[in-house]
């Protein structure tokens, strides 16, 4: 029976890897990196690099197309096939699995969770946490998500629909203004529309954007008008403190 | 000029300390550990201890009363002292300050920040973010936060008012409907009502009772009608994963 590790790595700085993270990796003769593209390279190997020696590992490349993931046949055979080559590599060994950030938080292994299960009902998942995004750009931009009783709402912003229809707007508004916080993840094909809808409800002060927080080419701007088209980016967010308590 | 670090040393398991965590906590001369109960011991203090050597350092605990904070003067005072004792152990050494999970997640530094600031205008605060607890119960779990355009609310039950109030109950069940993820934190004084509340609307059976995760009496209860009074803890939290979309 062997065990898959599902790791989170954080963000980007590699100083954020927990102990537990960095001692399975050590350990683990096989790891399964996901990458975003067929030709590209990972994040998350890149992230580990520095940490860990890597020459005697077998390292498996798992290509996850970066595309919305609603009822696409072709992405679930791409899953299967991919969960398909995990269990193949995992028959005589252990392996560990690398995710950006936190496994739990918008990481793409959850689409092989059950697949893996179901292809090899004695195979172990383990899922060790990481520091997730939202908490290291809290952190950069030295405001708390929460404090006390506050609420916080996360909205993928790369799901929403188009913001300027009135109706969607105002059932928008309604759920949002419950919250005290709300994190506005990956802004970069909505940036526009989300600084024009915070700017027309008096949010804009209360908002801050970053992106690719903890790597080298990191962005923190306080202010939303200083936010250039080259700042935008896949791995970016808006939070904004709707703070309803004072 | 002196740095204080404000450091997430994580939800419990010491392996799961940051690489920065324990460099810096290493490095640092002053330790400000924050406790519960004044005659009580420090959950932070605990979980660094088999880490890091602390002998040689000044362990500075801090009593933060866990108490409900709407505009409690005799609250404001206690840290406005607090914060003068951080200030007076940073005039000729840096610091470390640590919240259990991650700094920006609910933890009482925030109170401190400002006032710490305007006693010393020249004090640099540093945030280092840790893994935190939401993180490490959803991996405890074996399910996602979110996945894709899955929206996650964090509400902290200890904050709520009686859920039965009709009205109250209609005003929450609109907002929350409109989440795919609910995270109750802190669930230990509204337990029942939350229980009832998920059963009346049939998502009982997609709800997770989880408490101390991460430390040596953690509570992992997929069904919530076995949790048991003594269960119930303050770390505690109900994950519901009310999925819109399938």
């Given at each position: 029976m062997s065990t898959l590790y599902v790791i989170g790595v954080g963000p980007g700085d590699p100083e954020l890897l927990t102990l537990k993270a960095v001692r399975l990796i050590r350990e683990m003769p096989v790891i399964f990196v996901p990458k975003g593209r067929e030709d590209g390279t990972s994040l998350a190997l890149s992230i580990i690099k520095s940490i860990v020696k890597l020459d005697r590992k077998k390292i498996i490349e798992l290509h996850f197309p970066m595309i919305k993931t609603a009822g696409t046949n072709a992405l679930s055979d791409k899953w299967s096939n991919l969960a398909q080559e995990m269990i193949q590599n995992l028959r005589d060994a252990d392996g560990a699995f690398l995710t950006l950030g936190?496994?739990?938080?918008?990481?793409?292994?959850f689409y092989l969770y059950d697949r893996l299960l179901r292809l090899s009902s004695s195979l172990r998942i383990e899922i060790i946490p990481g520091v997730s995004s939202i908490n290291a750009s809290a952190a950069r931009a030295g405001i708390?998500?929460?404090?006390?009783?506050d609420r916080i709402a996360i909205i993928?912003?790369?799901?929403?629909?188009?913001?300027?229809?009135e109706e969607t707007l105002d059932h928008e508004l309604q759920i949002w203004s419950a919250f005290d916080t709300i994190v506005f993840m990956?802004?970069?094909?909505n940036f526009y529309e989300i600084k024009k809808f915070l700017m027309d409800k008096g949010l804009i002060n209360r908002s801050i954007y970053l992106s690719?927080?903890?790597?080298?080419?990191e962005r923190v701007i306080?202010?939303?008008?200083?936010?250039?088209?080259?700042?935008?980016?896949?791995f970016s967010m808006v939070i904004v403190r709707n703070k309803r308590n004072g």
């Open positions: 936190d496994p739990c938080f918008y990481s793409t292994f708390p998500l929460g404090l006390a009783g993928p912003a790369n799901y929403i629909g188009k913001l300027m229809a990956k802004v970069d094909r690719r927080v903890g790597m080298r080419d306080h202010d939303l008008n200083k936010v250039k088209e080259q700042d935008l980016d896949y």
